[in-house]
């Protein structure tokens, strides 16, 4: 390899892009109980991770330096940081991406793909946004306050492939019927 290219930008972008490609492939086969993966939805889930959700998560990881230590005002501090920032804005940007971008893979067109975002966005997104800060709310309460600052990549990536294999089953499902079943509908 050549030296100097495997900056940590490259390492960050390639870990997030295989977290969601790994959450995403194990809701895909485990969950939906698909007989093979669908790897124009896994390309388009793992750039969004690597894309978008990546540097944002890497920012959040240097409120340290704004708030050092462990005790409680900091920790919270980082914590509420975190939450304002991550929960409010990267659940409904994942809905947006993965069903606008696919739909226009698909061949479904522009209008297809602002209706069913707008659609998922009203749908899905005020509850993504709150489960987001279910469940992140006290990862980051345990990383900020009990994980060593090198291994706190380590420890959010475990809880990362869960939640964003979450994110991907919510993100395609799609109306059948009076309900939802998962698989973004394909332009013949």
């Not at 790897?39 to 330096?65: E, H, K, Q, W």
């Not at 929960?87 to 226009?104: C, D, G, Q, R, Y």
């Not at 698909?106 to 987001?132: F, I, K, Y």
């Amino acid at each position: 390899m050549m030296r100097g290219y495997w900056t940590p930008h490259a390492a960050n972008f390639a870990t997030g892009t295989f977290i969601m490609l790994v959450g995403d492939a194990a809701v895909q086969l485990t969950v939906e109980q698909k007989a093979s993966l669908d790897g124009l939805r896994l390309g388009v889930c793992s750039a969004f991770n690597g894309l978008v959700n990546v540097p944002i998560a890497s920012l959040m990881l240097s409120l340290d330096r704004i708030w050092p230590g462990r005790k409680m005002l900091p920790m919270l501090s980082k914590v509420a940081a975190n939450q304002i920032i991550t929960s409010t804005t990267l659940p409904p940007s994942f809905l947006a991406w993965t069903i606008s971008i696919e739909n226009i893979l698909h061949g479904n067109g522009l209008s297809t793909a602002r209706a069913e975002t707008v659609d998922a966005l009203r749908r899905d997104g005020p509850r993504m946004c709150s489960q987001s800060m279910l469940v992140w709310t006290p990862a980051n309460v345990v990383a900020f306050a009990s994980v060593p600052q090198h291994l706190r990549v380590a420890f959010l990536s475990c809880v990362s492939v869960c939640w964003t294999g979450y994110l991907s089953f919510v993100a395609h499902r799609v109306k059948e019927k009076g309900g939802y079943t998962t698989g973004i509908t394909r332009s013949n």
